[in-house]
Each structure stands twice: as C-alpha cells, then as structure tokens.
T-cell receptor, first 110, second 114 residues
Framework: GQNIDQPTEMTATEGAIVQINCTYQ??????LFWYQQHAGEAPTFLSY??LDGLEEKGRFSSFLSRSKGYSYLLLKELQMKDSASYLC???????????WGAGTKLIIKP | NAGVTQTPKFRILKIGQSMTLQCTQD?????MYWYRQDPGMGLKLIYY???????DKGEVPNGYNVSRSTTEDFPLRLELAAPSQTSVYFC?????????????FGPGTRLTVT
C-alpha cells in the first residue's frame, strides 16, 4: 500500500538544529516534497528532491535516499517563526496526485 | 498577482444543505486540485483537473462534485452536507503535474456541518 510516515511532534530550542524524518512507500516516485504549514494557514512549498543527496537552501536543507524510501528536512539556526507543521508528500496513484504525510508539528522553545 | 483565492473563509452548514466553494487562480496554471485536511491527518485529494473541461476523482470524491469551465476557476460543490464533511478545504494549482511541480495553495475554507 501507499504510506508516508513522519513523527507527530518534535520540540527544539531556538538557535539549535532539528532533523525531521519522512519515510515513504508509494506506487510511483517522481520526487519528494516538503511543505511548511503555520497553524491556521495554507501549506507553502519548501523543497523538492528528485535525486539522492542533500539540497541546501539557506537555513533549510532536504535529503533524499530513493533506495531507502527516506527523506529528512534539516532546519538550522532555529527561529521562533519556524514553529509550524512540516508536511512531506510524494507521488500517489498517478503523476497528478500526491500522497501526503500527516505532518510533523515542530515546537520551538526559547 | 493574487495567486489562489478561495471563498468563503468560513461556513456553517446544516445537515442536508448544499454549497459551492469557490476557487480562482490568476497564474494561468493548467493543474488545479481540491484537498481536505482533517485535524492530525494529511491532505486528502478530492478532485483534480488537468485543464479546462477535464476533471477527475482523487482519493475521497464521494459527496462532492467539481467543474472546470475556465482555466481560472475550479469550484467544488457539496451536495447534501454531512457531519463527516466538516473539515478545512484547500484549493491548489500548479504549472506542472502534481507529483513533479510545486503547488500553490489558497487560504482555505473552514467548513462545519452540524
């Protein structure tokens, strides 16, 4: 079956580094997305990985291992505004559809 | 550019009522999507469209209908509302197909059915 798993909640300290993991089992694979969603708001795009390896974008980096069905999002120099849910998503039954994880709620403490 | 806009922002429906959720995008995207998001759950695809005049079912289409008469507009119709349809509804659009292109989301419609 198709499934995307992520931890439900994580807590980290302002200024620290946190890694949010995502494992996936999907029928197709075109790549893996990470989105950020602040409470009460819409998801916004963070990253898209197609190839294995790490892609860095400022304070945020995303890693993909296709052979292991595994990805992570790395957030550095955490700021209070990074408190949000982080959703990973990958291809579903067709290349028009994404399967979404339930999201990881990240709580940042001062 | 306004991006993706949705109306209304909030709505309370009684069981059995019907309503249409409006969605408009001004980015000239061919691909549009309707999702629902329940607390603690991932986004579930209700319907999607790959262009004007073409729509198809997603994972959870029962109880909903859509139309796509123009590139810009993709309304979602709820017929005979049920409490199970209480959710947050997001419309999204993308330049390329859903599994390979960034999706842009509207602000959402918070629907309660009582």
């Amino acid at each position: 079956g198709q499934n995307i798993d992520q931890p439900t909640e994580m807590t980290a300290t302002e200024g620290a580094i946190v890694q949010i993991n995502c494992t996936y089992q999907t029928s197709g694979f075109n790549g893996l997305f990470w989105y950020q969603q602040h409470a009460g708001e819409a998801p916004t795009f963070l990253s898209y990985n197609v190839l294995d390896g790490l892609e860095e974008k400022g304070r945020f980096s995303s890693f993909l291992s296709r052979s292991k069905g595994y990805s992570y999002l790395l957030l550095k120099e955490l700021q209070m505004k990074d408190s949000a849910s982080y959703l990973c998503a990958s291809e579903g039954d067709s290349n028009y559809q994404l399967i979404w994880g339930a999201g990881t709620k990240l709580i940042i403490k001062p | 550019n306004a991006g993706v806009t949705q109306t209304p922002k909030f709505r309370i429906l009684k069981i059995g009522q019907s309503m249409t959720l409006q969605c408009t995008q001004d980015m000239n995207h061919n691909y549009m999507y309707w999702y629902r998001q329940d607390p603690g759950m991932g986004l579930k695809l209700i319907y999607y469209s790959v262009g004007a005049g073409i729509t198809d079912k997603g994972e959870v289409p029962n109880g909903y209908n859509v139309s796509r008469s123009t590139t810009e507009d993709f309304p979602l119709r709820l017929e005979l509302a049920a409490p199970s349809q209480t959710s947050v509804y997001f419309c999204a659009s993308s330049y390329s197909a859903g599994s390979s292109g960034e999706q842009y989301f509207g602000p959402g419609t918070r629907l309660t059915v009582t």
